[in-house]
């Protein structure tokens, strides 16, 4: 988005993913990322100072030497994620963006209600120390960006009406299908309104719940959905298939879903492969911060999608019109899945408002003009 419009220094660890080419305007350097010692070195530094511990994870000298030789010769830096908020002191006096994405302390805080008694003090701490991060990041930036409504919300109760005005909101990106999905037919009748149903998925109704199988909020979703939803569900609709795709399942996750007699696919060469054939999608997840993706991914799929109110939150759609949202409740959550299998209808039309929502919020042109104007007061 950025290098399209302005010269642009992509400041990446060494060993990552080639960036993609956008044109003689983007130039790439790298830095070398801290070996095991610095970072063990980087995490007691951030815990004497007050840091967030995870940030001396990425404390690296040789990022600290090229953002003080880089920084003098731009006009703008844009720091991306509060991990880095170690190195402020090397952008010297240079105006700042900073892009957290999510907020990692309303990540941790929201996991310490989930997640076992033991780590719960643990989290707490370390998202408090995340908070205060936060605040010095705003305070310091001319702007404090993040890809969630619920994200903004959350930093506007905590950081004080005073840096209130300086947090906008851009979300992700996400390319959006130019065809109709396969899933997804448009049926019409005359004389009537265009009604939408789906296409039928196969002999069997899939449930498909997708994305990093590895990340706490979608591990706990997912065992919550297993232990107390699913089995519901099949004495209900012997015939329904549920599938978990993605990366990283941990050993438990791999456990819960053999024994509930679901399917694992893990690490799809493509995941909207594994989405188009699926009948609802689900994002149960009760934890977590930004923009779930997975929500974003199945509406490009053309596929509905039963969330969790907090899941919603964390996108910009209507509850009831772009997504079903559900309390995190078992008999609550069998029904509204029970009641979309027997009507396509609705499913259909969840699914094109969903598909809708996407091309109006998250596609390239909608972000690509959101990053500009948040920037443009800053590049005058």
Known sequence: FLGAAHEVTLLAPRGGHAPLSLGP????????????????????GALFSGRPLQSGLFQSGDLARKLRALAPRHELVVLQLERLVGHLPDLGGTP???????????????????????????????AGRLLAAERRLAERASKLLVVSERDCRYLEQ??????????????????????????LKLWKKPGREPA??????????????????GYFPTVDGALWFLRQVWPAV?????????????????????AAIARASAELIESPPDLRAALKGATLALAPMRAGSGLPVKILEAWAAGVPVVATPWAAAGVSGRTGEDCAAVEPDPATWCREILRLLDDPTERGRLAESGRRRLAAEYGAESVGARWREALAPLLA
Do not use: H
Request: proline share 10%.
């Open 96 to 126: 700042l963006v900073v892009d957290l994405i999510d907020s990692l302390a309303l990540n941790l805080e929201r996991r310490a209600v989930f997640d076992s008694r033991l780590l719960r003090p643990a989290l707490r701490f370390e």
């Open 158 to 183: 905590r950081l004080g009406q005073t840096l209130v005005l300086k947090i906008e909101v851009v979300p992700l990106a996400m390319p959006v299908p130019e065809d109709l999905p396969p899933t």
């Open 234 to 254: 099949r004495a209900a609709r012997p015939e329904v298939r549920l599938q978990l795709a993605g990366a990283r399942p941990p050993a438990r996750l791999r």
């Open 25 to 44: 305007k983007l130039r790439v350097e790298t830095y070398e990322p801290p070996g095991r010692l610095a970072q063990a070195i980087g995490v007691l």
């Open 196 to 213: 939408f149903e789906l296409a039928a998925a196969g002999v069997r109704p899939i449930l498909a719940i997708t994305g990093n199988l």
